[in-house]
């Protein structure tokens, strides 16, 4: 059954399908969550939010027109407005990932030398994400870890596909810029090796 | 294509196809330009980084997790929409627990007079045609001619308005002890399901 059955059906009041179209989306949202909230005191809330977003999904499904956007977009519309609404609402930002003790999976082998490498690394490259201008910070996770095309990520941002390009361009060479230092450390030269 | 045009080119390259017209220019330009080229390593190595710190969720309990919140806040919201499987836990562990011992018992009463019935069936040996109470008053198997009484007095071939031939209802009375024994438990089982099903509505 594809996603506008499920929609049309669930419409028609059968609810108890909305749990297939959330099984579908999870994951990803789930993970567009994490990408987004600045800090990971944040981890249990990121599924508060996920949650938070299939509910105000699932409220305003009358509303949702499949013309105007896919189903997918539109969910990560409702994901990245509730994130930045309890971004405003925490106010605490700042709170870098190694305070927070967060070490997150990522898709490396995960030996101990691996392991302590990939956390550095992790830090490295969401510190200088998370020093980016929300609108870049935005379009470069929507571009690199979830996927989407320039005329989603328009939709979902409500910018031009050209805006979105600029985005994205400016966000890369700020991250580029931030990560350069370290090119040259040994920590780098190691991972590579290990590689 | 001039030095700083890939420059340029260099924050969006990664978007473009392998075919593209665009990124083929860049890719014979890092060829023969080492200033270029060198740009182009700095950049490539950036994006490696970003991608390679790509969270990546392994755990299934947390999905099922939100996917169960989500549904039971809707289910809390809009009680009405619950499946009617689900309503069922509604109702209280005592009460589900009486319910099935009724319902278990009409079952056993259903089996016992079941089996006591074909048990019995020999002794009772029950004649349909003497116990309806309808008997044959006319055929139309005739020729359609009123016959002369016969000797006893009667008619032997009544002519009816009817195409075919004669039904006869065949309804045996309720009487003897499996029979009641069938009728009860069946009536009890109807009415234990009944109760649960309104129950299960106006509780949920």
Redesign the interface.
């Known amino acids: 059954m594809t996603d506008s059955q499920l929609i049309r059906e669930i419409k028609d009041?059968n609810?108890?399908l909305?749990?297939e179209l959330?099984?579908r989306y999870?994951?990803k949202i789930?993970?567009f969550i994490?990408?987004m909230l600045k800090t990971s005191r944040l981890e249990a809330m990121s599924?508060d939010l996920?949650?938070e977003t299939?509910?105000k999904a699932?409220r305003s499904l009358q509303t949702f027109r499949e013309v105007e956007a896919s189903f997918s977009t539109w969910l990560y519309t409702i994901a990245r407005n509730t994130v930045l609404s309890e971004l405003r609402k925490q106010k605490n930002g700042k709170v870098s990932l190694e305070q927070s003790g967060y070490t997150?999976?990522?898709?490396?082998e995960t030996l101990p030398e691996q392991t302590m490498l990939r956390n550095e690394?992790?830090f490295?490259?969401?510190d200088a994400?998370n020093n980016l201008p929300e609108k870049q910070r935005s379009a470069?996770i929507l571009?690199?870890?979830e996927q989407l095309d320039?005329q989603e990520i328009a939709n979902i941002l409500e910018q031009t596909v050209s805006s979105v390009?600029s985005l994205?361009?400016?966000a890369?060479?700020s991250?580029?810029t931030q990560?350069?230092p370290y090119?040259l450390e040994p920590i780098?030269e190691e991972y590579e090796g290990m590689k | 294509m001039k030095c700083e045009e890939v420059q340029d080119m260099l924050?969006?390259y990664?978007?473009f196809s392998e075919d593209d017209s665009d990124r083929i220019a860049v890719d014979v330009h890092l060829e023969t330009c080492s200033s270029c080229s060198e740009e182009f390593n700095?950049?490539r190595?950036?994006?490696t980084?970003?991608?390679?710190?790509?969270?990546?969720?392994?755990d299934p309990v947390?999905?099922s997790?939100?996917?169960s919140?989500?549904?039971d806040?809707?289910?809390s919201d809009?009680a009405w929409?619950i499946?009617i499987p689900d309503r069922v836990y509604s109702i209280s562990y005592r009460l589900r627990m009486k319910m099935t011992v009724i319902i278990a018992s009409c079952l056993a009463l259903f089996m016992i007079g079941f089996i006591y019935s074909i048990l019995s069936e020999d002794s009772l040996s029950l004649k349909g045609d003497n116990l309806s109470g309808l008997f044959p008053a006319a055929s139309a198997l005739g020729d359609g001619n009123i016959d002369s009484p016969n000797n006893s007095g009667t008619f032997k071939f009544v002519p009816v308005a009817s195409i075919s031939d004669p039904f006869f209802l065949k309804v045996n009375p309720i009487q003897s002890f499996p029979d009641y024994l069938l009728a009860i438990s069946l009536l009890g089982l109807f009415c234990a399901l009944l109760i649960m099903n309104w129950l299960s509505r106006i509780r949920a």
């Open positions: 009041g609810v108890q909305y749990s959330v099984s999870e994951r789930l993970a994490y990408h599924e996920c949650q299939f509910y699932y997150p999976q990522t898709a490396f690394k992790v490295m490259v969401r994400i470069l571009r690199e870890y320039y390009k994205l361009f400016r890369r060479a991250v580029k990560l350069e090119f780098l | 924050g969006t990664w978007d700095i950049w190595e950036s994006m980084l970003i991608h390679t710190s790509a969270i990546r969720l392994v947390k999905t997790r939100i996917r919140s989500v549904m806040r809707i289910y809009e929409r499946p």
